[in-house]
């Protein structure tokens, strides 16, 4: 007599099966430590399958005694379906323009057709791989895999439902999908370190990135509306621009093509205009002493008032901060006129505001600070140009721009190519306008 598992409650097993996929969605969420490394061997899809089948194999729970598998194809999934569509950001879609859709219409039909194509293939040299009856047939299951590849792991838990596959096997379609899925990742990874011989073999010489605008613009024209699309920008100008809040570009992709010095072409996808280049400092004729202002909103700041000036206090503060993953942007230290105490102040975004004050408090006697002040309604707005490293007096302008309209400079960090300053956020507008003006930018 077969033996009846440990737990048979329907409602028992389900909170089971929540608790699993709860902890292996919080732990797939670490940014450090084992699970982190975890993670990148074995893909949290994979786990989520894999630990409700131990249960069930070891007796835990059953899938035979329950009915839970028929809850969830019935009313769970068929919700999860609805609620992913209603998710999808149909503008964003249509923002990608007619040759993204285009490629992504023709992935799904080579999808579709590559199925029955790799059946018959395959069934000339091994029948039985591709045999099977009803729900045993291979081709149910690879319906689901081209369900996955077309839209997701809830795409695929619907095809199984549509088709009727074995749920026995479908495990390892899931497995054959997650395994083909990293297969390809280690080919695209292993493709972009090696990118210089890769052009060289398809004689590539630049790379074209479509979007929804016409290019780079000097600042982001729903700010200001005389925003002007640069011709040619730097790597070192457009990775600190999109490091600094430009949207346009993600700060990696930038940092790849400058280091394989690949010139790269942004460009809309609804227009045939050329665009905005991004090529070496040493290819552009006139360089301007500023090229663009970038701003980024939701900023805080926060004070530590109050600290003993000696050697490794900084050190104190901020190392338990970078433990739980939090990025300081601007730092300042003050010290008092009897120089034995001092202020830091520090810049970091505002959703991690709240975690930050707990962990100053958790190690205030470590610290040993008077009080913390802080203020989350700031933003940071930045001048970039390459030229003004060889052009004085741009501080100053910076600043006495900053002035004439009555804003409050609340901190400021440079590097060579790159002025920042935090202020209130509500005058990020009338902020950005003002040095658009003042450096000839519009």
Request: some cysteine.
């Amino acid at each position: 007599m077969e033996k009846a598992p440990l737990f048979t409650n329907d409602a028992i097993v389900f909170g089971i099966l929540m608790l699993l996929l709860g902890a292996v969605f919080y732990t797939s969420s670490q940014k450090s430590g084992f699970w982190k490394k975890f993670y990148k061997i074995v893909p949290a899809l994979l786990m989520c399958y894999l630990l409700p089948a131990i249960l069930n194999s070891i007796g835990i729970i059953s899938s035979e005694t329950s009915d839970l598998y028929f809850v969830a194809s019935r009313y769970l999934l068929p919700a999860s379906l609805v609620l992913m569509t209603l998710s999808i950001d149909l503008k964003a879609i249509y923002n990608l323009g007619p040759k993204a859709l285009i490629m992504f219409f023709t992935g799904t039909i080579g999808i579709v057709v590559g199925g029955p194509l790799a059946i018959l293939i395959i069934s000339f040299f091994s029948p039985e791989t591709v045999g099977g009856i009803g729900p045993d047939a291979t081709w149910r299951g690879l319906a689901t895999l081209a369900g996955s590849w077309i839209g997701g792991g809830a795409n695929q838990a619907a095809m199984l439902e549509v088709f009727k596959f074995n749920p026995e096997k479908y495990g390892g379609m899931v497995f054959v999908d997650i395994v083909v899925a990293n297969l390809w990742m280690a080919i695209i990874l292993l493709g972009i370190g090696r990118t210089k011989q890769i052009d060289k073999f398809f004689k590539a010489d630049s790379c074209e990135i479509y979007t929804d605008v016409d290019g780079v613009f000097t600042t982001d024209p729903s700010i200001n509306k005389k925003a002007k699309k640069i011709d040619k920008i730097s790597y070192e100008e457009m990775l600190e621009m999109s490091s600094l809040g430009a949207k346009v570009m993600q700060p990696s992709a930038v940092q790849t093509a400058m280091t394989n010095n690949i010139p790269v072409q942004v460009r809309s996808t609804f227009s045939e205009k050329s665009g905005t280049k991004i090529i070496s400092e040493n290819d552009i004729d006139n360089k301007n002493v500023i090229t663009g202002i970038s701003y980024s909103k939701k900023n805080a700041k926060v004070s530590i008032v109050g600290v003993v000036d000696k050697p490794g206090v900084a050190a104190d503060v901020f190392e338990p901060i970078g433990k739980n993953n939090i990025n300081i942007d601007m730092v300042i230290q003050n010290t008092s006129l009897d120089g034995k105490t001092a202020n830091i102040t520090f810049t970091i975004k505002q959703e991690d505001l709240k975690k930050t004050l707990s962990i100053i408090e958790k190690n205030k006697k470590k610290i040993n600070y008077n009080k913390v002040t802080h203020d989350d309604k700031l933003a940071k707005v930045s001048i970039i140009g390459a030229g003004m490293i060889s052009s004085p007096g741009v501080t100053h302008k910076m600043f006495r721009s900053l002035a004439d309209e009555k804003i409050n400079i609340l901190a400021i960090s440079t590097s060579e190519i790159k002025i920042s300053v935090l202020i209130r956020e509500d005058l990020t507008q009338k902020a950005v306008k003002a040095l658009h003006k003042t450096f000839g930018l519009n």
